[in-house]
């Protein structure tokens, strides 16, 4: 294998169950602990990154930097480059929003369409409002448009140039990306060859390696290392997010 996905280990509003998108928020405890696995079962998989890729936001890159302090004990040093529109998706308006509490307030059918549809960006955020991101310094020397709300298919158009970067690094040296639920998305999307209809029920777990091997002809897919009942639980946490239960999913 030579290109590996980590989404970020679980962060303090995933824990909350909040909406995020590129509300910059650390890790949990637990998200730690996850980012610290994932570098063991990379060494233990005999996945050695020559270069790594973050979002601009603080979750992907302390996942990646507890990633690196297992590489670092072997002497194994390597670059890691910060790309924001490897960032998750926007969710405009949504973000800071209780995930249950907005499926309460906005019916469980609509939630579940601003969060997995393919092409139906929820509410936007208001224009310099504090989920512009014109208004914060993480991205004044970023001269694109950035969002105020995006679905996925605009998570698709905009992570596809880095995307097409890393698939051709990835022929040549083997590539560690760490980011977002939606980011990774996107390009499993692509890399899988999915229809808009398939991208759909696809759910990413956090802090668990995804993993592939590039080469000019060819792409495979191998699949997530690790435990596969501890892999399908931490999917399915994802899935239940907004679903209205006796439980908070």
């Known amino acids: 294998m030579n290109l590996v996905f980590i989404r970020h280990g679980q962060s303090l509003w995933n824990l909350e169950n909040k909406f995020t998108g590129w509300v910059d928020i650390d890790l949990s405890e637990r998200?730690?602990?996850?980012?610290?696995?994932?570098?063991?079962?990379?060494?233990?998989?005999?996945?050695?990154p020559e270069i790594c890729f973050t979002s601009y936001l603080k979750r992907s890159?302390?996942?990646?930097?507890?990633?690196?302090?297992?590489?670092?004990?072997?002497?194994?040093?390597f670059a890691i480059k910060k790309k924001w529109e490897l960032n998750e998706r926007h969710y405009g308006a949504l973000q800071g929003l209780d995930k249950i509490e907005t499926a309460k307030k906005y019916g469980q059918e609509q939630v579940q369409i601003w969060r997995r549809s393919f092409d139906t960006p929820p509410p936007l955020a208001e224009l310099n409002s504090v989920h512009d991101p014109k208004t914060q310094k993480l991205y004044n020397n970023i001269e694109s448009e950035l969002p105020l709300g995006e679905s996925l298919k605009d998570v698709v158009l905009r992570v596809r140039k880095t995307y097409e970067k890393i698939l051709a690094i990835a022929k040549e040296k083997s590539v560690l990306v760490v980011a977002h639920g939606n980011s990774i998305r996107a390009m499993v999307k692509?890399?899988?060859?999915?229809?808009?209809?398939?991208?759909?029920?696809?759910?990413?777990?956090?802090?668990?390696?995804?993993?592939?091997?590039?080469?000019?002809?060819?792409?495979?897919?191998?699949?997530?290392?690790?435990?596969?009942?501890?892999?399908?639980?931490?999917?399915?946490?994802?899935?239940?997010?907004?679903?209205?239960?006796?439980?908070?999913?």
């Open 31 to 48: 998200g730690e602990v996850e980012a610290k696995a994932a570098g063991v079962t990379l060494i233990d998989n005999n996945f050695y």
């Open 61 to 77: 890159i302390n996942t990646a930097a507890y990633i690196t302090e297992n590489y670092k004990n072997m002497n194994i040093t």
């Open 190 to 249: 692509m890399l899988d060859n999915l229809s808009d209809k398939g991208i759909v029920d696809v759910n990413i777990p956090t802090g668990i390696p995804l993993a592939y091997n590039i080469s000019d002809n060819n792409i495979e897919k191998i699949g997530y290392l690790g435990d596969e009942k501890a892999i399908k639980n931490l999917a399915k946490e994802v899935e239940m997010q907004s679903k209205i239960t006796d439980k908070k999913g």
